[in-house]
């Protein structure tokens, strides 16, 4: 079961996922707006980035990075949220170190920051 989206206000967050052992290394970093929403949509993905920023084949893993820790039937989906959106409003890449994982852990990442940036304490 799904619960309300737990702040009122919009939140901004920033994450980033760097490792470099070896190469390639890992690079992925993702800024974006949470924001609570109206309507019948459990949460949504706004791109609002241009390709000189982050790539829009990079797209489908900030989705997965989000949904994969807030959406009640993803593998980590601990707090189920819905009644959101999230638009991703900048970041970067590197044409060598980036890649999906990368960009999957820099949205989880930056998720997390906005919610904290909100006021949310982790609790549903």
Excluded at 59 to 82: K, M, T, Y
């Amino acid at each position: 079961m799904s619960v309300a989206f737990p702040l009122q206000c919009p939140a901004t967050g920033e994450g980033r996922f760097i490792r470099q052992q070896g190469s390639p290394g890992r690079y992925g970093h993702v800024s974006l707006l949470v924001e609570p929403a109206e309507g019948g949509e459990p949460w949504a993905l706004l791109w609002e980035v241009q390709p000189f920023q982050i790539p829009d084949h990079f797209e489908e893993a900030v989705r997965r990075g989000i949904a994969s820790l807030f959406v009640e039937d993803a593998p980590l989906g601990r707090w189920p949220l819905e009644g959101f959106s999230v638009r991703v409003i900048g970041g970067s890449f590197h044409d060598t170190d980036s890649n999906e994982l990368s960009f999957v852990m820099a949205a989880g990442y930056a998720f997390l920051d906005a919610l904290k940036n909100g006021g949310w304490q982790g609790e549903t």
